[in-house]
T-cell receptor, first 117, second 112 residues
Framework: DTGVSQNPRHKITKRGQNVTFRCDPISEHNRLYWYRQTLGQGPEFLTYFQNEAQLEKSRLLSDRFSAERPKGSFSTLEIQRTEQGDSAMYLC???????????????FGPGTRLTVL | GNSVTQMEGPVTLSEEAFLTINCTYTATGYPSLFWYVQYPGEGLQLLLKATKADDKGSNKGFEATYRKETTSFHLEKGSVQVSDSAVYFCALLTGGYNKLIFGAGTRLAVHP
């Protein structure tokens, strides 16, 4: 069990550019979440995948944001036409299939810190 | 709607002092409750959790009890160490797809 990994760890981009982040969940975790954390705040939910299906999206996820999980394994989060307000830490978490309350824990990756200049 | 409120930080303590970080929640139903910790430069780590009323979660000397009557899940530790310096987040699990709702976090600084 190598944990949730995210790449890149840091991304600096200019306003208007597109960026893509990748998340590799813990193997056999079929549930994957994206959160965004701004400075001094707790993480906020962005979107949720069960296998390859995107089942829920937050209103925070504007039409410039798109997330995919094409084969039910890794996931990507793309931000088009970045704005300075997109600067944040983007966190990915995964969770195993439900087997009672003992499997409701989400395991987080180290995050990708995005800075938009 | 569902929400979590944590005491504001920073909390500054001397080593071996007693720690309490308050957390209260608003939720429909009976959510699971969590404390996550974020050390400098690292991601969120699960510290402890409780899944039903009166459950006590514990780990690494930290404890929190799920109090339904006061809708609280306060974090406590009897004797903090410098290595406990971090940001602590209280969270509840909600919704059909079980997304986490986090508090704003409380920064703890422990001095020798």
């Amino acid at each position: 069990d190598t944990g949730v990994s995210q790449n890149p760890r840091h991304k600096i981009t200019k306003r208007g550019q597109n960026v893509t982040f990748r998340c590799d969940p813990i193997s056999e975790h079929n549930r994957l979440y994206w959160y965004r954390q701004t400075l001094g705040q707790g993480p906020e939910f962005l979107t949720y995948f069960q296998n390859e299906a995107q089942l829920e999206k937050s209103r925070l996820l504007s039409d410039r944001f798109s997330a995919e999980r094409p084969k039910g394994s890794f996931s990507t989060l793309e931000i088009q036409r970045t704005e300075q307000g997109d600067s944040a830490m983007y966190l990915c978490a995964s969770r195993s299939p439900p087997r009672g309350t003992s499997t409701d824990t989400q395991y987080f990756g180290p995050g990708t810190r995005l800075t938009v200049l | 709607g569902n929400s979590v409120t944590q005491m504001e930080g920073p909390v500054t303590l001397s080593e071996e002092a007693f720690l309490t970080i308050n957390c209260t929640y608003t939720a429909t139903g009976y959510p699971s409750l969590f404390w996550y910790v974020q050390y400098p430069g690292e991601g969120l780590q699960l510290l402890l959790k409780a899944t039903k009323a009166d459950d006590k979660g514990s780990n690494k000397g930290f404890e929190a009890t799920y109090r339904k009557e006061t809708t609280s899940f306060h974090l406590e530790k009897g004797s903090v160490q410098v290595s406990d310096s971090a940001v602590y987040f209280c969270a509840l699990l909600t919704g059909g797809y079980n997304k986490l709702i986090f508090g704003a976090g409380t920064r703890l600084a422990v001095h020798p």
